[in-house]
């Protein structure tokens, strides 16, 4: 009897362990936060949309070029900022309809501008990453199927089953 209740228990843990890791990946995913560089983007007051940026640590934002003139993504106030392009650069790489992407790992206002326009500023506002509820109902079902192989392979003997 307790062999078929640790094979119950068994075929449970298995299951639990092969449905767990996507639906914890679902819980736990970075977001990903489009920013566009607008249409003459350095003629106008606000060059990027959004703006400001709204982040947590571990989220990733990428910019895209969507005007017809090169610009950067520099991090820093400005060309005469001692720390430009310290936390993120995106070089000379954002060709008209090109984009650059940075992951932020840690908390903090990152201000940023664009080296060939230095008018054309934005800050990302990075908060720390929360740690999201495991969904109960996950639990829910987990526990529920390790009971229920419980029960089952403990009455397993009575069901009359043939070959069981």
């Known amino acids: 009897m307790y062999t078929k209740l640790l094979a119950g228990v068994g075929l449970a843990t298995v299951l639990a ?23 003459n983007a350095a003629n ?7 703006d400001p940026v709204t982040a947590n640590v571990g989220d ?25 392009g310290k936390d993120f650069d995106s070089q000379y790489t954002m060709l008209p309809g090109k984009s650059f992407s940075h992951v932020f790992s840690t908390a903090g206002t990152f201000p940023y501008f664009c080296s060939l326009h230095p008018q054309m500023v934005g800050t990302v506002q990075v908060g720390q990453a929360t740690t999201p509820e495991f969904p109960v109902g996950v ?18 003997n009575k069901l009359n089953i043939p070959g069981a």
């Open 17 to 39: 362990v092969m449905l767990l890791p996507p639906l914890v990946a679902q819980v736990y995913a970075q977001k990903a936060i489009a920013v566009k560089v607008v249409t």
């Open 44 to 50: 106008v007051p606000k060059a990027f949309d959004p």
């Open 139 to 156: 639990v829910l079902a987990i526990t529920a199927a390790v009971f229920g192989a419980a029960i089952l392979a403990t009455r397993w």
């Open 60 to 84: 990733n934002v990428t910019w895209t070029n969507t005007d017809s003139q090169l610009h950067t993504i520099t991090s820093g106030k400005g060309v005469n900022d001692a720390n430009k």
